[in-house]
């Protein structure tokens, strides 16, 4: 808003300059004008670029925090399984008591 405000009141000023003054003044404020109205426009180009990069390295982070999710679930799923197997594994034969009689 404070942007708009001062090229409103540059603006202002320019014309004020092309009434009173001579082709000078009028070219000096005109070249001012679309100096700062190129100041603007790349500011503001600047920040959407700004805003798109985050935007992309947020979605970068997010799906880097949903592959190490899924590998952590299939990780935690993995560990289940063997914990299970090895509870449920029939008894190793004991080769001393099998040979004793």
Do not use: D, F, W, Y
């Not at 799923?77 to 040979?99: K, L, R, Y």
């Amino acid at each position: 808003m404070k942007k708009a405000i001062a090229l409103s009141a540059l603006l202002a000023l320019g014309a004020l300059g092309m009434a009173c003054g001579g082709s000078e003044a009028n070219n000096a404020s005109a070249n001012a004008n679309k100096t700062v109205a190129n100041a603007m426009n790349a500011a503001n180009a600047a920040m959407a670029n700004a805003a798109n990069q985050i935007s992309n390295a947020m979605n970068a982070a997010n799906s880097a925090m949903n592959a190490a999710n899924s590998a952590m679930a299939n990780a935690n799923h993995a560990m289940a399984n063997a914990n299970h197997a090895a509870t449920n594994a029939a008894p190793a034969a004991n080769a001393a008591n099998a040979n004793h009689k």
